[in-house]
Structure formats: C-alpha cells, structure tokens
C-alpha cells in the first residue's frame, strides 16, 4: 500500500501563487509516477499534471505555463507549484500514485480557493 499525504491548499487572490506537497508512504518503490488531479463542484476529476519517475510531466491545457510540478526523491514527495492563479483555478486537488502492480493510490484531497 501507499499513503499520501496533501498540504498547502487555501485561500488566494486571483494572480496568486499556492504551492501544494504531496508525501508518499509505504511500498513507494513501486510507484511509477505520480500526479495531481482537481475537481471543482459539480464537475468530474481532472488530470491537472503528472511526473514519471525518470522526471518526464504532463499538464493539462489550462494550467500550461502557469503550474509546474516536481519530485524530491530522497524526501518521497510532490510538488506543484501553482501560479497566476485564476478563480476557475477553485477545487479540491488530489494527489494520485500509481503503481507497477496497476494499483492506484489517492490522498485525501485539499481545498484551493482563488478569490476574484
């Protein structure tokens, strides 16, 4: 099993910056990758950005140029660093691994409110 754990969410003007971590516990010499997802109210969860372990990412359209997301391997743990922040920017973010074992593993989730 792997656990994760959210921090850094809150509350931010529009044009602000958050940056949200994401530690992992347990079995992490099976994750593949790792990544962030939102989901705002009344909609589905989104792919926001993704890294492999060989540091290869992926982000979604909306959030090009504006987010960034890293890994500090020796402290098991995910970044994504969040700027220019827009109000449709406002959703509960998730961070998500996934394993060689086909096994996937969500945190908790943590609140990002952009404020107009």
């Known amino acids: 099993q792997v656990q994760l754990v959210e921090s850094g969410g809150g509350l931010v003007q529009a044009g602000g910056s958050l940056r949200l971590s994401c530690a992992a516990s347990?079995?992490?010499?099976?994750?593949?990758?790792m990544g962030w997802y939102r989901q705002a109210p009344g909609k589905q969860r989104e792919l926001v950005a993704v890294i492999t372990n060989g540091g290869s990412t992926n982000y979604a359209d909306s959030v090009k140029g504006r987010f960034t997301i890293s890994r500090d391997n020796a402290k098991n743990t995910v970044y994504l660093q969040m700027n220019s922040l827009k109000p449709e920017d406002t959703a509960v973010y998730y961070c998500?691994?996934?394993?060689?074992?086909?096994?996937?593993?969500w945190g908790q989730g943590i609140q990002v409110f952009v404020s107009s």
């Open positions: 347990g079995r992490i010499f099976s994750i593949n990758s």
């Open positions: 998500n691994a996934d394993t060689r074992y086909g096994s996937y593993y």
